[in-house]
């Protein structure tokens, strides 16, 4: 069974960069899209973007000025940073798997909590 | 304001069938497939349907999706208790390049 768990800071400063890791294990990270997505508190589900495992990424054009998603194979790592955050980041981050396929998400981390504040 | 519209709350009775609409357009659910997930209070979403109708391994059948135009609908019969739960629709947007969802439809079980 596939797993997936995010990791990073719970508290960041407005303007500086949100830096989130999920790491994934129980399978491949070939032939699949690598995704961020994000829930406001008391919100709906905002897609962020994806990485293939070849690299080639997607982003929201809303956030894609200050997204970037990267990978890590060896390490079954996929990476988050966003820039420039303000108070309107203050979100659930959850990273998923979209298969190559299909446009859906199997697969969710339980999420972590990001909270914007000075 | 979401691209794709849900009513923002149904309810029904134990044992009782209910459907969850989700509302787009020809850029989206008009030429795309649509998702559906469930998300328990405090949990991370859970896929129920993929491709308008498919189940994943392990979602019981009572869980069903459809699609007819540029409308999906999500039904669920023999509704228990621990289907309480937000439910959203997602798809891929042509004109946005974006995976959108909807707002979501909180589901209570009376």
């Known amino acids: 069974q596939v797993q997936l768990q995010e990791s990073g800071p719970g508290l960041v400063k407005p303007s500086e960069t949100l830096s989130l890791t999920c790491t994934v294990s129980?399978?491949?990270?070939?032939?699949?899209?690598w995704s961020w997505i994000r829930q406001a508190p008391g919100k709906g589900l905002e897609w962020i973007g994806y990485i293939y495992y070849s690299g080639s990424t997607n982003y929201n054009p809303s956030l894609k000025s200050r997204v970037t998603i990267s990978l890590d194979t060896s390490k079954n790592q996929f990476s988050l940073k966003l820039s420039s955050v303000t108070a309107a980041d203050t979100a659930v981050y959850h990273c998923?798997?979209?298969?190559?396929?299909?446009?859906?998400?199997?697969?969710w981390g339980q999420g972590t909590l990001v909270i914007v504040s000075s | 304001q979401s691209v794709l519209t849900q009513p923002p709350s149904v309810s029904a009775a134990p044992g009782q069938k209910v459907t969850i609409s989700c509302s787009g357009s020809s850029s989206n659910i008009g030429n795309n497939y649509i998702s559906w997930y469930q998300q328990l209070p405090g949990t991370a979403p859970k896929l129920l349907i993929y491709?308008?109708?498919k189940r994943p391994s392990g979602i019981p059948d009572r869980f069903s999706g459809s699609k007819s135009g540029t409308s999906a609908t999500l039904g669920i019969t023999g509704l228990q208790t621990g289907d309480e739960a937000d439910y959203y629709c997602?798809?891929?947007?042509?004109?946005?390049?974006?995976?959108?969802f909807g707002g979501g439809t909180k589901l209570t079980v009376l």
């Open positions: 491709d308008n109708n």
């Open positions: 998923a798997r979209r298969p190559r396929d299909g446009d859906y998400f199997d697969f």
């Open positions: 997602g798809t891929w947007d042509s004109s946005l390049s974006a995976m959108i």
């Open positions: 129980g399978g491949s990270m070939r032939s699949y899209y």
